[in-house]
């Protein structure tokens, strides 16, 4: 069972790489930021997957006029994440559409990349969906064990907690609500057996975005 954590969202963003250490010139000092490796984020149509990668570019997210993904896009040049002064350089995002044709695409990135991030739309529950996401996951899982990395783990976004039955429940409760809904019950079944996390997080309000981002950042370098 995957430990659990609701979180909000949002990248911190301190562009700044350099701190002055005392000394008798009061020489400014660069310091590195701490690497914390390549990102692969996937997840279906409209499970926020462009808001999220958006928000960590520090690109600028109209949630009323959404653009969907029609092409793989690599991006290296990504604005630190600053938590509690100390600066996180994400090394990669890799942006491509959530269709069934590309979850090929997507199980080589989760074999590649050091971090995996599964987003699904917690407003849409139906039957059909959640069988989708399933069977993503349960790929996602094939593809970490081949991996041959014991260590990597699966992180799962349930983004739209604003549009969802949950909009009104504090967010700090809804990982727990969640793990007694049959069918979140059912998808949990099918991660069994790897490490990872879930989170519950609304993209598009910036506050709840940082302390998502901040609570991601924290447990990839655990």
């Not at 069994?192 to 975005?209: P, Q, R, S």
Request: hydrophobic share 40%; glycine share 6%; proline share 3%.
């Amino acid at each position: 069972m995957l430990p659990f954590i609701a979180v909000g969202l949002v990248a911190g963003v301190g562009i700044a790489i350099y701190k002055k250490y005392n000394n008798p010139k009061g020489k400014v000092v660069p310091v590195a930021a701490i690497s914390i490796g390549k990102f692969a984020i996937w997840g279906r149509p409209n499970a926020g997957k462009t808001t999220f990668i958006n928000r960590l570019l520090r690109k600028t997210t109209d949630s009323q006029r959404k653009e969907a993904t029609t092409a793989k896009t690599v991006y290296k040049v990504i604005p630190f994440v600053k938590i509690a002064g100390a600066d996180y350089k994400i090394n990669e995002i890799v942006d491509m559409p959530g269709t069934q044709d590309r979850r090929g695409d997507w199980l080589e990135l989760v074999k590649s990349h050091e971090h995996v991030f599964y987003l699904l739309n917690l407003a849409r529950t139906d039957s059909s969906y959640m069988a989708e996401v399933r069977k993503d996951l349960l790929e996602t899982v094939r593809a970490l064990r081949a991996s041959g990395k014991s260590i990597k783990r699966i992180n799962i976004i349930a983004s739209h907690v604003d549009e969802s039955s949950w909009k009104n429940i504090n967010p700090a409760e809804i990982n727990n609500i969640l793990q007694n809904d049959d069918d979140f019950r059912k998808l949990y079944e099918t991660i069994d057996g790897v490490a990872g996390y879930v989170y519950a997080a609304n993209l598009t309000d910036i506050e709840n975005f940082q302390r998502l981002i901040e609570s991601v950042v924290k447990d990839v370098i655990a």
